[in-house]
């Protein structure tokens, strides 16, 4: 079964360009019910308040890492199921198994185009 | 500077501009700079740490900067905006993270920092570390950029 389009994915980067490029990738792929954050920190209060069904964070950011994020969430009774995208700028293998430790869904890696996205939302939502 | 640490900032480089900006550097031949006076009037500048500390500085003419970014981001610009400034620092933060994947298949690992963006005319770029810095220019269509590394 293919991702449904109108579910809410969260994009979380602290560069304001790469949040755009990802959401004009997503808007690309179909999706249309978008949000944003500009680290962890702000993004936590939002998945907490409910409603997001996806999310796609950056690696390395201030405040609060993308990791952090991701281990906060699958903490949550509420949250523990979101499926998690994690982007980073670099494929280190001790990053990746740290990831996958924390229950990340899948990763990609920068640089990438709305193909690659799409493949990587098609594995985690078959 | 170990002449294979060259490859992956230049190989890196393409990949990120084809992949994110939809455009198609061509690079000259590289060559030792000696002065830390930027060549573009926009450079992205981050910090590696590891197994040497050294420096990558991508720097863009003006009007190079521009081309890409409006190509990168789907929109016009005219001008270095903020925009602009950020979209500079997203893709050097990129082409270090390329160049330090294939640096890592060779055995060196380095960390990166958080990318610095200075803008003007013959900036200087003062984090450049002591060792020799080898610049490594490309054409974009017909504007300049300049990719510039350095390591102790």
Not at chain 2, 123 to 129: C, D, F, K, L, V
């Amino acid at each position: 079964m293919p991702a449904d389009t109108n579910m809410k994915i969260l994009i979380v980067d602290d560069f304001a360009t790469m949040r755009k490029i990802v959401r004009n990738q997503l808007g690309q792929l179909g999706f249309k019910n978008l949000d944003e954050a500009d680290d962890g920190a702000t993004a936590l209060p939002k998945v907490m308040s409910g409603g997001v069904d996806f999310i796609v964070a950056d690696w390395n950011m201030p405040k609060m890492s993308g990791l952090d994020l991701l281990k906060a969430v699958r903490a949550d009774e509420n949250t523990k199921n979101i499926p998690f995208l994690m982007v980073t700028a670099e494929a280190l293998k001790e990053n990746i198994i740290a990831a996958i430790q924390a229950g990340v869904s899948d990763y990609v890696v920068k640089p990438f185009t709305a193909q690659v996205l799409e493949e990587k939302i098609n594995k985690i939502f078959k | 500077m170990k002449a294979e640490y060259v490859n992956p900032f230049l190989n890196g480089t393409v990949n990120v501009l084809k992949t994110m900006a939809f455009v198609d550097p061509k690079p000259g031949k590289p060559y030792v700079k000696q002065d830390k006076k930027a060549v573009g009037d926009i450079s992205g500048v981050i910090g590696l740490t590891g197994s040497t500390k050294g420096a990558v500085v991508v720097s863009f003419s003006r009007e190079c900067a521009m081309k890409v970014v409006s190509s990168m981001m789907g929109e016009q610009y005219t001008d270095l905006t903020d925009e602009v400034r950020d979209a500079v620092g997203e893709i050097t933060n990129m082409v270090s993270g390329d160049a330090r994947r294939s640096l890592a298949e060779l055995g060196a690992n380095f960390e990166a920092g958080i990318p610095t963006v200075v803008v003007g005319k013959g900036h200087e770029i003062t984090s450049m570390g002591k060792g020799p810095c080898l610049a490594i220019p490309f054409k974009v269509d017909n504007f300049d950029m300049t990719v510039e590394i350095s390591f102790e």
